[in-house]
């Protein structure tokens, strides 16, 4: 009896190169995944931020004050100072500043869900906002692409966020954001994975964790440089030449409103995502501004529109505690307060904060 052959060729027979490919292909889908699964663990989203993990995972007790940001509220709100003047007035005092240079407002938003699952908020939540149509709000997810690790800090779950956050942006456009913010995953879950910096955050225990009153991420002062005091120099030779001698801050011309621009969709929706947070944990939001060395203000109609929109104002100091912004004494630079600017920028928020009515 003879054997059909052509069914016999027709038969699909994997050789060992195809055998070899199909098992590392596996194998890599598998170890794509599982760095993928790791990296949204909270050792490995706060690999390049271990101040803000033991604020939020090593250190016990609600907090009584959050301030969230870049690095200018980094500088410019005293964990300490703010944390003395609650206590004063009868309100919790553990305050925490988890600010830092290089985040976006899907990653602020983040660190403050972490902090309300962790410890819970019993106060104020003190969050910047950028009135201007800068830089630092158009690149989302990623904002200030210094560092891949600073792409990781969200959870996957903000994907979805991400997509609503940019609704009059092209389809396309907010996919080559997800896909970036994938990318950018990735390879911050390999390189974290082999440079031992998740190892240094610990899982702890609620009776092994830190009961620290403040945590503060701006560790030391810097110290004030030759380039920074030259900085200093040349944004104040610049304003007098366009304003005259011995200008003031209210000199300088306010920004028309920028609220509305595309570019502002981003952080307006995480802000409205934080105070919605807020009021279903019964605290207060306190969106603030910065002040620059003799940068223009946000206007009245900014203030406005913030307000209508919002909610709550948007707080920024009034011509007369704006007036002492003028003072290179307060400033390490253009852009950050000193101490001596962080110790009065930081009096002046806790008065509006204690002085507020409690619903």
């Known amino acids: 009896m003879s054997t059909d052959s052509s069914s016999s060729h027709g038969r699909y ?35 390049v931020m271990p101040c803000q993990y033991n604020a939020i995972f090593e250190t016990a007790g609600p907090v009584g004050a959050v301030a969230l940001g870049s690095s200018r509220v980094q500088h410019a709100v005293s964990s300490p100072i703010l944390s003395a003047e609650l206590a004063a007035a009868g309100h919790p005092d553990n305050v925490i500043n988890l600010a830092r240079g290089g985040r976006g407002p899907e990653q602020l938003y983040q660190m403050l869900l972490d902090v309300d699952r962790q410890r819970g908020l019993q106060g104020p939540i003190i969050v910047e906002y950028s009135p201007q149509d800068t830089a630092f709000w158009r690149n989302t997810p990623l904002y200030y692409q210094y560092y891949p690790g600073f792409g990781a800090n969200a959870e996957f779950s903000s994907l979805t966020e991400n997509w609503r956050a940019k609704p009059r942006e092209p389809a396309y456009s907010r996919l080559r954001d997800l896909f970036g913010l994938l990318e950018y995953r990735l390879d911050a879950a390999i390189e974290n994975s082999t440079n031992g910096k998740a190892s240094r955050n610990r899982v702890l225990a609620t009776a092994e964790r830190n009961h620290d009153t403040t945590v503060s991420c701006l560790t030391r002062q810097r110290a004030q440089t030759a380039g920074h005091r030259n900085q200093l120099r040349r944004v104040y030779a610049k304003t007098v030449r366009a304003y005259g001698i011995d200008p ?13 621009v595309i570019n502002q969709d981003a952080q307006n929706h995480y802000l409205a995502l934080i105070i919605s947070l807020a009021k279903r944990r019964g605290v207060p939001v306190y969106p603030i501004v910065v002040p620059g060395f003799f940068e223009p203000a946000p206007s009245p109609a900014t203030f406005a529109e913030f307000k209508a929109r919002f909610g709550i104002p948007l707080l920024y100091p009034d011509s007369q505690e704006l007036a002492a912004y003028g003072d290179t004494t307060r400033f390490l630079d253009a852009f950050h307060l000193n101490q001596a600017g962080s110790e009065a920028y ?9 002085q507020a009515p409690t619903s």
């Open 13 to 47: 027979r994997p050789t060992r190169t195809n055998i070899v490919f199909g098992v590392f292909g596996l194998f890599s889908v598998v170890l794509v995944a599982l760095l993928l699964w790791w990296s949204d663990t909270a050792p490995a989203r706060y690999a």
């Open 248 to 260: 003031t801050p209210g000199d300088v011309p306010s920004v028309p409103s920028q609220l509305l």
């Open 346 to 354: 930081t009096d002046w928020l806790a008065s509006i904060i204690v």
